[in-house]
């Protein structure tokens, strides 16, 4: 079973940005597919970014393409999501998760096994 510890969040201006990190403990990575969602106050949990287990495929939600990057780097157990061009509406707990047997083709909360305890992030207008 895999533990994964997010971090990287905080509170920036429009604009600006951020790089978030999951590190993940109890299993290597490289045998899950990776996925970060987040969640504003009162919403459902929603779909961000998900890369495969060699990096070479990625899926991203409409709201986040071309801003965000989902990365991972499977020696040193971690994976990333740089957040560029922040918005006011990408205001959210970001949660990192893992699955050892979906595609980045499924978007679903449901769809993910392991679950990080998530981190505030806050972009101020």
């Known amino acids: 079973q895999v533990q994964l510890v997010e971090s990287g969040g905080g509170l920036v201006q429009a604009g600006g940005s951020l790089r978030l990190s999951c590190a993940a403990s109890g299993r290597t990575i490289s045998s899950y597919y990776m996925g970060w969602f987040r969640q504003a106050p009162g919403k459902e949990r929603e779909f961000v970014a998900a890369?495969?287990?060699?990096?070479?495929?990625?899926n991203y939600a409409d709201s986040v393409k071309g801003r965000f990057t989902i990365s991972r780097d499977n020696a040193r157990n971690t994976v990333y999501l740089q957040m560029n061009s922040l918005k006011p509406e990408d205001t959210a707990v970001y949660y990192c998760?893992?699955?050892?047997?979906?595609?980045?083709?499924?978007?679903?909360?449901?769809?993910?096994?392991?679950w990080g305890q998530g981190t505030q992030v806050t972009v101020s207008s």
């Open positions: 890369i495969s287990r060699s990096g070479s495929i990625t």
């Open positions: 998760a893992a699955d050892p047997r979906r595609s980045v083709v499924f978007t679903s909360p449901t769809d993910y096994a392991y």
